[in-house]
């Protein structure tokens, strides 16, 4: 089946500093994914789709300023929290769908990164 | 404004009866609707879907029931094992499936021995 991974699977960084978070899939290709962000007994709310070769699009309320996210092959997208604070500390999740049309499969998920800022 | 509604936070049956999930949702423009299963600091693992077009769809333990003129949807795992225990979350899109998902809170279900 379609595998998604995520790196790093936790991080802890200093409140100011900036962190990457990796997404790929491992078996097909993904013009589209997804970042996905979970507090604490809270539902994933989407933060940002990205896609390959062009500009991210963020949802309301999220700032691209902050979080900067790049789609650069077909593989590989990754969000980098720039400046963390630790209201950043979260769960953050990428999800990715098959550039191949008849590849008929809902999105699969990364194993998501656990952040937290001190 | 929630468009995804998970009303129960947790669920505790005994293995071998049946777990009973709800969902309801306000948006009618969703097509497409997902269950997923998350264990803690993990990804969100699919279990089943269901189209609009369809009220019922079956595999193996799980069953996804769709009430569309409730704008309601059930996931039934039956029977319960102690391995079905973890969070279940139910998901919408308005683009079949494939495109950007709107989750309920979940709702954690147990499974005692």
């Known amino acids: 089946g379609a595998v998604v991974s995520q790196h790093p699977s936790w991080v802890i960084c200093k409140s100011g500093t900036s962190v990457k978070i990796e997404c790929r899939s491992l078996?097909?290709?993904?013009?589209?994914m997804f970042w996905y962000r979970q507090f604490p007994k809270q539902s994933l709310m989407l933060m940002a789709t990205?896609?390959?070769?062009?500009?991210?699009?963020?949802e309301q309320g999220v700032e691209k300023d902050k979080f900067l996210i790049n789609h650069a092959s077909l593989t590989l997208s990754t969000l980098t929290v720039t400046s963390a604070h630790p209201e950043d500390s979260s769960f953050y999740i990428c999800?990715?769908?098959?550039?191949?049309?008849?590849?008929?499969?809902?999105?699969?998920f990364g194993n998501g990164t656990r952040l937290t800022v001190t | 404004d929630q468009q995804v509604k998970q009303n129960s936070p947790s669920l505790s049956v005994q293995e071998g009866r049946i777990s009973i999930l709800n969902c309801d949702y306000t948006?009618?423009?969703?097509?497409?609707f997902l269950w997923y299963k998350k264990y803690p600091a993990e990804g969100p693992t699919f279990l089943i879907s269901?189209?609009?077009?369809?009220d019922k769809n079956e595999d193996g333990r799980f069953t996804v029931f769709l009430n569309k003129s409730a704008k309601h949807l059930s996931l039934h795992i039956v029977p319960s094992q102690p391995g079905d225990s973890a969070v279940y979350f139910c998901?919408?899109?308005?683009?079949?499936?494939?495109?950007?998902?709107?989750f309920g809170k979940g709702t954690k279900l147990t499974v005692n021995p």
């Open positions: 999800s990715a769908r098959s550039v191949d049309k008849s590849y008929n499969s809902p999105l699969h």
């Open positions: 078996d097909f290709q993904a013009t589209t």
């Open positions: 269901i189209s609009s077009i369809k």
């Open positions: 998901a919408a899109s308005t683009q079949g499936g494939s495109e950007k998902l709107v």
């Open positions: 990205s896609n390959e070769g062009s500009k991210a699009t963020y």
């Open positions: 948006n009618s423009m969703f097509d497409y």
